[in-house]
């Protein structure tokens, strides 16, 4: 019968439960336990399928309860044979160190697996506990503990950790920057299914890292090319063609980096920075028009995401480029009015941080009830300080650091409800008190009436066996004799008696008649002797049947005594001392998740005051080039307004000088060129013509109305515009025509 799990465990001692549990358990049975995995033995204890429905959930810590409190209760049986548990005990003792590992529980599941390389294990199951202790220190990220344990391993290791076995090995080669061992165990693994993708993508990088990049290349392309409809398997294709053509940009390879960043699925994780890649790759080469196209659908995303961020200097700065100032004087507008809304939003999440709203955020039930909670959290009203999570969850330490504190708040609530079980367990006993101790002293008074009957029958039924016992061995017809025979035998008897003591009472006739009754008593017994010796057997297997049916009754009965008795005695010291430790434990909680909340805090803070920094970077640029802007875009506007006076102007004389000098001009400027200074000098007091002092009429009306602008406008235009008609000939001083926007 199985005990029930409440006071099984507690939040305190079930660590030393698990510790113990794991430590005690035969690793003898890893064969079994591999044989049940390779053939998917059918389930035979409920207990044990619920456990591993809660480890299919991601639920590690009540998978974890509920293994230990099976493996408990199965070393604590008579007979655990018998118990259904027994078909998967080999399974649940190794499961319960890997959902120690994916609870990370480094420590409990380290201390363990040491106690069994220093056991007496074959070397089999002492390669894997070598390989699972490895595992442990590689997820710690320490690579050379990681090494020292798999250089422990000898022989031949279990096949179904052999593959990752030879993975983990070529990863911690890769840490400690052994990359040609680490490339020759990742070609071994190629094709091996369940690795499938993470080892040509590890291929790839430890080539292009051990100077093998043409290789690299090669196995990196091969993997990118490929589609997934599985969201897993088609990010890590679009990180491996963000990662390729970020190499190749950097390398200066601009036309093979472009195909690179276009198979990046446009809705993945990698989209933006594909996009952003995608533009550069173009504008690097030049073509500024091509780059606004992954970037103009870039600019449209979410405003919180950095590559947007940067995009939105990378759009207007290509379209100066190609000299649509006004266009890009407009797209740094809108620049800078996002920047300034989200460093006012970064603002406001720092202090929101600092006032702990961050961290009540992350505790709120309703984020953790669906798969993505930190998307969720986006969405949760007056939460400021969640709006650039997702940007902070980029790093592994900082995953590791929020996951690290919802465990330790969701011990924390659940010690909360454990005390409130206890008192709702205090309030069923006090009930169950107040209900059985009225009742008890009466039924214990006529337990003991009918006890004491239960026993006298059971004396005469033990007098009724003795007695065929010996009848088997030796006749006594007497003890078969019925109660009138009985009693005929007793009035017999006491006439005996009576003739004995007055022999002359008794006439000759009247002895005859009693020994004639006492030969036909006689008779009749001898006669039917063997068979009442055999109903009267039967009779006793009848009896002894209502016997044990009564001896059951009574067990029962006892039982239930008991039962009621202890359903609300000796109690009270276990709820106190599991009150006692539960509290305890929330003490530490309390400690451990204000530390790791000041920890989150403080990564966030610095995260988002970088952030801002950066924006604040960025609003500065963005300043400077929308005044840049508007200068070129002002003076493009005054260039296209001289060119249209100067077509009106042209427009308006009857006739246009001629294009070229007649010869006889040419021929005396040519002399004029051989002319001393002097005579030169001469020669321009002599001429008629001189140029006009003032400026035609329709020239003075045109500066007339300039005069009128507005003073914004008249400086850059006085700088650029002339007072005078040029020396030269209208022919030469036609400046060229100059294109307007092209937005």
Not at 195 to 211: C, H, M, T, W, Y
Not at 328 to 357: C, H, M, P, V
């Amino acid at each position: 019968m199985r005990i029930p799990l409440l006071f099984a465990f507690s939040g305190v001692a079930g660590a030393s439960l698990r510790a113990l549990s794991f430590t005690l358990c035969s690793f003898s049975l890893l064969s079994s336990a591999a044989q049940a995995d390779d053939e998917k033995e059918e389930l035979r204890d409920l207990f044990f399928g619920a456990a591993m429905y809660y480890a299919h959930q991601e639920n590690y810590f009540d998978a974890i309860v509920a293994l230990d409190n099976e493996l408990g209760q199965y070393h604590r049986l008579d007979e655990p044979e018998l118990d259904p548990f027994s078909a998967h005990l080999g399974q649940a003792e190794f499961s319960v160190g890997d959902l120690e590992l994916s609870y990370r529980m480094h420590r409990e599941a380290g201390r363990a697996i040491e106690a069994v390389l220093k056991g007496n294990v074959s070397q089999e199951v002492r390669n894997e506990a070598a390989y699972r202790l490895a595992k442990i220190h590689y997820h710690k990220q320490q690579p050379l503990n990681a090494l020292h344990a798999l250089e422990m391993i000898e022989g031949r290791v279990p096949l179904r950790v052999r593959a990752d076995e030879q993975f983990l090995r070529a990863r911690v080669f890769m840490e400690l920057g052994r990359l040609e061992e680490a490339v020759e165990l990742l070609k071994d693994l190629k094709g091996e299914e369940s690795l499938d993708g993470f080892v040509e993508f590890n291929l790839g990088i430890a080539q292009l890292k051990s100077g093998e990049e043409a290789r690299g290349v090669l196995e990196l392309t091969a993997l990118g090319k490929r589609r997934s409809s599985n969201p897993v398997d088609q990010a890590l294709y679009d990180k491996t063609n963000l990662l390729l053509g970020s190499h190749l940009m950097e390398a200066g390879e601009l036309e093979l980096a472009r195909p690179y960043f276009d198979r990046v699925n446009l809705e993945g994780p990698f989209s933006n920075r594909a996009l952003l890649g995608a533009g550069w790759v173009e504008a690097r080469a030049g073509r500024y028009d091509r780059a606004l196209v992954p970037w103009r659908i870039l600019q449209n995303r979410k405003g919180t995401n950095e590559a947007v961020q940067e995009v939105m200097l990378a759009v207007p700065y290509a379209y100066g480029k190609l000299d649509v100032h006004s266009t890009a004087a407009i797209n740094y507008g809108r620049a800078l009015d996002a920047f300034g809304r989200e460093i006012d939003t970064l603002t406001a999440s720092i202090n929101s941080i600092r006032q702990g709203k961050f961290l009540e955020a992350l505790r709120r039930k309703e984020a953790t009830q669906v798969q993505n909670w930190v998307v969720a959290l986006r969405n949760l009203p007056e939460a400021p300080e969640t709006h650039y999570l997702l940007d902070l969850m980029a790093s592994n330490d900082y995953q590791e650091f929020l996951r690290n504190y919802r465990d330790l708040n969701d011990l924390f609530e659940r010690n909360k409800e454990w005390l409130k079980s206890l008192t709702a367990y205090e309030d069923i006993i006090s009930a169950r008190r107040a209900y059985y101790e009225p009742l008890l002293p009466q039924l214990d008074d006529q337990f003991r009436a009918l006890d004491a009957r239960i026993k006298l029958r059971m004396e005469q039924r033990d007098q009724f066996s003795n007695r065929i016992e010996q009848m088997l061995v030796s006749r006594r017809p007497e003890y078969l004799a019925t109660a009138d025979e009985q009693e005929a035998r007793l009035q017999l008897l006491q006439l005996h008696k009576e003739i004995a003591r007055n022999p002359k009472g008794f006439t000759e006739e009247t002895r005859s008649r009693l020994a004639r009754l006492q030969g036909i008593l006689d008779l009749r017994l001898s006669t039917e002797y063997h068979q009442r010796l055999t109903e009267a057997y039967k009779h006793l297997q009848e009896l002894n049947i209502e016997i044990e049916k009564l001896q059951t009754i009574y067990r029962s009965y006892v039982r239930s005594r008991q039962a009621a008795t202890h359903s609300y005695t000796g109690y009270n010291k276990n709820i106190q001392r599991l009150r006692a430790q539960i509290h305890a434990a929330q003490q530490r909680l309390e400690m451990l998740m204000a530390r790791q909340g000041s920890m989150l805090e403080a990564l966030a803070v610095e995260e988002l005051e970088r952030r801002r920094s950066q924006l604040e970077s960025y609003q500065i640029k963005a300043r400077f080039a929308l005044a840049d802007s508007y200068d070129r875009a002002n003076e493009l506007q005054e260039q296209r307004e001289d060119e249209r006076k100067i077509e009106q102007h042209r427009e308006a004389q009857p006739e246009t000088l001629p294009e070229h000098n007649p010869p006889e001009m040419e021929a005396s400027e040519t002399e004029n060129n051989l002319q001393e200074p002097d005579e030169v000098e001469q020669h321009r007091e002599a001429q008629p013509e001189t140029l006009p002092e003032h400026n035609p009429p329709e020239m003075e009306a045109s500066e007339t109305d300039n005069k009128l602008q507005e003073p914004d406008e008249v400086e850059p235009h006085s700088e650029t515009q002339t007072e005078t008609l040029p020396k030269s000939s209208p022919a030469e001083s036609e400046a060229p025509e100059i294109e307007g926007d092209k937005a």
